[in-house]
């Protein structure tokens, strides 16, 4: 017997087929005449498809008049044209087979109106509702267009450690990883004896994978990175998340202009995928979540990213009358208000800020010869806010052993990556997206834990 998803059942092509449907209850229907509706889904698609079950099956009263939302069945039967307006097909049962019965008193998902927040607290059911089934599926197309972008391109996709001893940000924000017994750690003096740890040394989860990826950039030309990634900030904020997945590619012989032009074509690559691939699920965003999102997406295919110095950028922050929670003023990072107020009310577009005070930025940022600014560069979004973080790199030795000693690293423990600019230097630049930002940008979605699965944050590890 051939198998078909609900998405291969509802198509007009698959009229005709005898074939099995494995999915779970939406809906049951019973109809006067003998019969009963039953809405199924399996994820392969948003809509159901819809099963007529006859009182003549022979579990018809047994098994089929008490199915609830949620049970899973086996239908085997005929898709057949549907009279119904809004479907193609239906499918006619010739058996159904119960795989798990579902008590509609406490199936905890009822019909309607349940909010994100409640959703959050079952996580481990909410893929079965259309909005959460939904993220999945652009979830995987954007992963599926980050592979194809670079692969048709010519990058290598390389494997930087999840384990590692070095802080790429150096902003001290990072899990530790131990065996250590946490009750008597080994000490030598009043503070830990790390030579006894696991590794020999403090090791924690990455919170980028940029400086691995730098020596495999500064040997194969243009690589990327994809995969989890860690920071333990304590930001409760609708954008953070405490383990969150980054594409990370990093290119040999391109200047911060490159990078910007591969930043831009690479979202307008997932956008057009998105809007392509997932065309019912980016509908049913603009329908159900924001009526902006397809408006919004197309528009910015369309044009071109503006591109800002960070000094315009706070000339026209000053300039606009607007009053912000954090006043704005030379030398000082821009908060999310800001980033938002350029890219929402002032520009209406993406824009990608660049030269950024040296002050506010990490060691490994190429220094301008104003001494002032970075080769820093910020991609902007609307919705969102800062979606991608990049830069060109500092390629050179001393500036760079400067730069370290500067921000409090010690160059001694990062030797390995002051050997790439001792050895054949090459000018570099790269960057880092953010995968749940990118799935929030898309689909309008308010909250990052609503765009992973099972969401870490400060205090929540559930499931
Ligand atoms: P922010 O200022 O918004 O905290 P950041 O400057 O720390 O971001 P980068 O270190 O440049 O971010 O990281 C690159 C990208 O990774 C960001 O542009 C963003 O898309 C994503 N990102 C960074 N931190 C987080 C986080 N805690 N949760 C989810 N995504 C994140
Ligand atoms: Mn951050």
């Not at 998405?7 to 698959?14: D, H, L, N, T, V």
């Not at 010519?154 to 150096?170: Q, V």
């Not at 220094?367 to 060109?392: C, F, H, W």
Request: proline share 5%; aromatic share 10%; hydrophobic share 35%.
């Amino acid at each position: 017997m051939q198998r078909l998803s609900v998405a291969q059942a509802r198509k007009e092509e698959s009229i005709g087929k005898e074939a099995l449907i494995q999915g779970w209850v939406r809906t049951r229907r019973d109809s006067k005449g003998g019969f009963s509706f039953l809405e199924i889904n399996d994820g392969s698609c948003l809509n159901n498809v819809q099963v007529i079950a006859d009182q003549n099956l022979s579990n018809y009263e047994s098994d089929i008049k008490k199915l609830g939302t949620g049970a899973c069945v086996g239908v085997v039967g005929t898709v057949e044209k549907s009279p119904a307006k809004g479907q193609a097909t239906e499918v006619r049962a010739q058996s159904i087979t119960v795989y798990g019965v579902s008590d509609p008193e406490t199936y905890p998902i009822q019909k309607k109106g349940a909010t994100f927040e409640f959703l959050r607290t079952i996580a481990h059911l909410r893929p079965r509702t259309n909005t959460f089934g939904a993220i999945a599926r652009v979830r995987n197309c954007v992963c599926k267009s980050i592979h194809d972008f670079f692969q048709e391109q010519g990058f290598l996709y390389i494997h930087p450690p999840i384990i590692t001893a070095s802080d790429c940000e150096g902003a001290g924000q990072m899990f530790k990883v131990t065996t250590l017994d946490l009750e008597k750690p080994p000490r030598q003096g009043p503070s830990i004896d790390f030579t006894k740890d696991f590794f020999g040394r403090p090791a924690f989860l990455t919170v980028s994978g940029q400086l691995e990826a730098e020596t495999l950039a500064c040997a194969m030309g243009k690589v990327y990175t994809f995969g989890p990634t860690f920071r333990a900030e304590n930001s409760n904020t609708a954008r953070h998340l405490a383990e969150f997945w980054m594409v990370e590619p990093e290119m040999a012989f391109y200047d911060l202009e490159d990078n910007m032009t591969l930043a831009e074509a690479f979202i307008k690559r997932i956008i057009t995928d998105a809007l392509t691939r997932c065309e019912e699920d980016m509908k049913f965003f603009t329908e159900r979540i924001d009526k902006e999102i397809l408006s919004r997406l197309e528009g910015i295919l369309k044009s071109e990213f503006l591109r800002l110095s960070y000094t315009e950028a706070v000339d026209v922050l000053q300039k606009s009358g607007q009053t912000f929670e954090f006043p704005v003023s030379w030398g000082a990072d821009l908060q999310s208000e800001h980033e938002r107020f350029l890219t929402e009310v002032h520009f209406k577009k993406p824009v990608i800020l660049f030269n950024y005070p040296r002050t506010i930025k990490p060691f490994y940022m190429r220094v301008n010869d104003d001494g002032k600014t970075v080769r820093a560069m910020d991609v902007l979004v609307p919705g969102v806010g800062e979606i991608i973080g990049g830069s060109q790199r500092e390629e050179r030795l001393e500036v760079l052993e400067e730069r370290m000693k500067e921000t409090g690293l010690d160059p001694k423990g990062y030797w390995w990556y002051l050997d790439l600019r001792r050895y054949g230097t090459v000018p570099h630049s790269g960057f880092g997206l953010g995968l749940e930002r990118t799935i929030l940008f898309l689909t309008g979605m308010a909250n990052i834990r609503d765009v992973i699965p099972f969401p870490r944050t400060p205090g929540s590890a559930e499931f």
